[in-house]
């Protein structure tokens, strides 16, 4: 597949969408750290220095390097175990990307989209880039989806929580749709190649392309979509080291974000099971799969305010949400916007 279709796409990206959806963020973002601090944190706040101590900050960094290296490492091995290698450098640029693009658009759909893009880039088939981002994040999902059942069942801080009684049915909606739509994905990926047809045959008739653009994108949407198909099973019967190294990163990248608020809790001196802590974080980044939100802004502030309103005091509970906020998702997204602008800077003066 020639890469020149396919490194024009990603420097044609909306930017004026991408900086709507930018300011929705924030908006969304703020309009939650206000609900939490007028509803759960009784309008107090105040900064705490034990934060910024030299024991909280060394590990506050520790765990910054786990939590970036593994989100790399995950998709690095997966991309082994499909017999594809990138450098940890590409990869590194790789994992901030994600979250910038992640984080701008609803449900986190764009994030694969520039992954894909970016692995393109260096060579690799849109078909097995595809199904990499989807392997990736259907083993998040596994791990996410096993547990939360289990912590909703016995973890005793979230009996009684009104906010999982207000949207169980919606849940389970979400959940129903989201796991069918992998199962069609993973097990039956040829259902997907008739609707594409259909799509492309309309913009056919509507004049909106050309019979030759037409006649190319079937083409390598079947080849693509069948390469999609065959990576699973490819990953599967690839090399066992990489295959279990991905299962494992992925672990150790959901326990180091589950992590972020147990160390800021310890760090301000309360005295929590870290099992607490971790099942809430599992249950919120549960509910924040589902949210429409660019990034679950506004929703995962409001989800955690919620679940950690009786752990902690009034005026530490806006600053643990700024907090680990900032280290999850506000770093990597200034990260990742400095370095997606060179990445398009850099495809438009190859284009040329």
Do not use: C
């Not at 004026?16 to 959806?21: C, E, M, Q």
């Not at 004049?207 to 083409?219: K, T």
């Not at 599967?236 to 809790?265: D, E, M, N, Q």
């Not at 679940?307 to 005091?313: A, E, P, Q, V």
Request: glycine content about 6%; overall charge positive; charged content about 15%.
């Amino acid at each position: 597949m020639t890469q020149t279709t396919s490194s024009d796409d990603m420097p044609r990206t909306p930017w004026r969408r991408l900086a709507v959806s930018g300011a929705l963020f924030i908006g969304l973002t703020a309009a939650g750290l206000y609900a939490v601090y007028h509803q759960f944190a009784g309008r107090s706040l105040s900064f705490d220095p034990r934060l910024t101590d030299p024991a909280s900050l060394a590990s506050v960094v520790a765990l910054l390097v786990v939590y970036f290296t593994a989100d790399g490492l995950r998709l690095h091995f997966t991309l082994k175990a499909l017999g594809h290698n990138l450098s940890f450098r590409a990869m590194a640029r790789l994992v901030f990307i994600n979250i910038f693009v992640s984080n701008v658009t609803p449900m986190a759909t764009g994030g694969g989209f520039a992954q894909i893009w970016y692995l393109q880039r260096r060579g690799i088939p849109l078909g097995r880039a595809s199904a990499a981002t989807t392997i990736r994040t259907v083993l998040a999902i596994t791990f996410i989806f096993t547990l939360t059942p289990v912590f909703l069942l016995t973890l005793k801080a979230l009996q009684h929580q009104p906010i999982l009684q207000d949207i169980d049915v919606a849940l389970s909606l979400f959940i129903a749709l989201y796991l069918g739509f992998f199962a069609v994905v993973l097990f039956r990926t040829h259902w997907l190649i008739a609707p594409l047809a259909h799509l492309l045959r309309g913009l056919r008739r509507l004049h909106l392309i050309s019979e030759a653009r037409h006649q190319r994108w079937h083409f390598r949407i079947k080849r693509e979509m069948l390469r999609f198909a065959d990576s699973f099973s490819d990953y599967l019967h690839g090399p066992r080291l990489s295959v279990v190294l991905s299962v494992v990163f992925t672990l150790v990248f959901l326990l180091s974000l589950f992590s972020f608020p147990a160390l800021l809790i310890h760090s301000l001196g309360y005295d929590v099971p870290y099992l607490t802590t971790l099942g809430l974080l599992v249950v919120t980044t549960f509910i924040m799969y589902f949210s429409p939100t660019p990034g679950a802004s506004g929703i995962s502030e409001g989800v955690f305010g919620s679940f950690f309103r009786d752990i902690l005091t009034p005026n530490h509970l806006i600053l643990v949400i700024i907090a680990w906020r900032l280290l999850t998702i506000y770093l990597g997204m200034a990260i990742g916007l400095v370095i997606l602008q060179r990445e398009l800077a850099r495809s438009r003066k190859d284009a040329r």
